[in-house]
């Protein structure tokens, strides 16, 4: 299915582009989820640390960041090819699919649209702000992985 083709079938079953507003809010809803799962996996290592001791939250934060980098990843990657959809974009009505074939992604497409997502929050969200100058709101994550976001 070409992209021009993909345009045409949206447009016939009155399927929309999804607002950066309700993009946001979902990416809002996703960490607070991840960052209940970092505080529930890693609960003892917060237990341990003196809370007001900038230095020790720092070193904390440090030893946690591939970890939470990895669960992002993996969250993200599994319910974007399980679902169409993470928690969040479910909770905002709205859902990924594949410029390819107009449905959900296969995982690899799943996986390179995770990392991607990393690189771009990494970057003060970038590839998120580059959605909207793009007419099809696609962010960088979108763009490397061919990928939309609809609303369901």
């Known amino acids: 299915?070409?992209?021009?083709?993909?345009?045409?079938?949206?447009?016939?079953e009155n399927i929309t582009l999804a607002s950066l507003?309700?993009?946001?809010?979902?990416?809002?809803?996703?960490d607070v989820i991840i960052t209940f799962f970092v505080f529930f996996a890693f609960n003892d290592a917060f237990k341990t640390i003196?809370?007001?001791?900038?230095?020790?939250?720092?070193?904390?934060?440090?030893?946690?960041?591939p970890y939470i980098i990895l669960m992002k990843i993996a969250y993200q990657a599994f319910f974007v090819w399980m679902y169409?959809?993470?928690?969040?974009?479910?909770?905002?009505?709205?859902?990924?699919?594949?410029?390819?074939?107009?449905?959900?992604?296969?995982?690899l497409?799943?996986?390179?649209?995770?990392?991607?997502?990393i690189i771009s929050e990494a970057v003060f969200f970038i590839g998120f702000l580059w959605a909207?100058?793009?007419?099809?709101?696609?962010?960088?994550?979108d763009i490397g992985a061919k990928t939309l976001v609809v609303n369901a």
Request: proline share 1%.
């Open 1 to 12: 299915m070409t992209e021009k083709e993909l345009v045409e079938k949206l447009e016939s």
């Open 21 to 30: 507003y309700k993009r946001a809010a979902a990416h809002i809803i996703d």
């Open 50 to 65: 003196n809370m007001s001791s900038f230095e020790e939250i720092s070193a904390l934060m440090y030893y946690l960041s």
């Open 84 to 107: 169409g959809a993470t928690a969040g974009k479910m909770a905002v009505k709205i859902r990924v699919i594949s410029i390819i074939n107009g449905q959900r992604p296969n995982i």
């Open 109 to 117: 497409f799943s996986l390179i649209r995770a990392n991607i997502r």
């Open 132 to 141: 909207l100058n793009c007419f099809k709101r696609q962010t960088w994550e």
